[in-house]
């Protein structure tokens, strides 16, 4: 998720953006979740926060810087 619009990039495999810059990796066998922006702008820079729905609620923020 990207805070500063609280707009839902990925959920699982699948991405809700229609910017194409904007995918995830999950690679097989592996608890890991990528968020890939390709050809990164300023405009991209802020908070990212990754969440596991489970209870209690795992979540993760990540601030991205953009320099440039």
């Known amino acids: 998720m990207r805070k500063r619009d609280l ?3 990925t959920s699982g495999i699948h991405t809700y953006t ?14 890991d979740w990528d968020l890939r922006i ?13 969440q ?6 795992i979540n993760l923020a990540v601030m991205l810087n953009v320099d440039g």
């Open 52 to 57: 596991v729905n489970t209870e209690p609620k």
């Open 18 to 31: 229609g910017d194409a810059r904007f995918s995830v990796r999950h690679p097989e066998h592996s608890d």
């Open 38 to 50: 390709e050809y990164v702008q300023k405009r991209d820079a802020g908070v990212y926060e990754c």
């Open 7 to 9: 707009h839902i990039l």
